[in-house]
């Protein structure tokens, strides 16, 4: 199997991650940060908001099972994209809505996603997901990864 992998941030990384665990085609998931300055950012330079970087999910996926489309359409599903830097109660910009594309072809399928649904007017607000060009995805520690999983918490996403 061939896999391809695509970043995505929507808030706690925690969610995410197991929302993008029970969709069919993912082969796995790590929770880590991107889009910021610092090189090898720990969870509390993250959460300084000094880094610049997002939580964010790095989905490795099989493109023979789920289409990148597909992956959009579950990470418009799994948050509000609507919210600047917050998702519920997580505010900051390290909780920012953010897709990371990782070459010209994502950038615009992700534009036309975002475009289709700014015209159904499926949210009330315009859509404030940034679109940002994928940089070093930095692993989270450990204690993160599979958080729901591990401390036997469910995720209704």
């Known amino acids: 199997m061939k896999t391809k992998k695509a970043v995505f941030a929507a808030g706690c990384f925690w969610g995410v991650q ?64 609507t919210q600047v830097n917050r998702q519920g109660p997580d505010v900051g910009d390290n909780y920012r809505s953010a ?5 010209e072809k994502e950038k615009k399928e992700a534009q036309e996603m975002m475009a289709k649904l700014t015209a159904s007017k499926r949210f009330p607000r315009p859509i404030a997901t940034k679109l940002e060009p994928l940089s070093t995805f930095w692993v989270a520690e450990d204690y993160h990864q599979k958080y729901y999983k591990t401390h036997d918490i469910a995720c209704e996403i």
């Open 18 to 81: 197991a929302a993008f665990d029970k969709t069919p085609g993912v082969a796995g998931t790590k929770v880590g940060y991107c889009g910021g300055r610092a090189a090898h950012p720990t969870y509390e330079q993250v959460c300084s908001h000094t880094t610049g970087h997002a939580e964010a999910v790095e989905v490795e996926y099989d493109p023979k099972k789920i289409s990148y489309a597909k992956l959009l359409a579950r990470f418009f599903a799994i948050h509000d994209p």
């Open 99 to 103: 897709i990371f594309y990782a070459n």
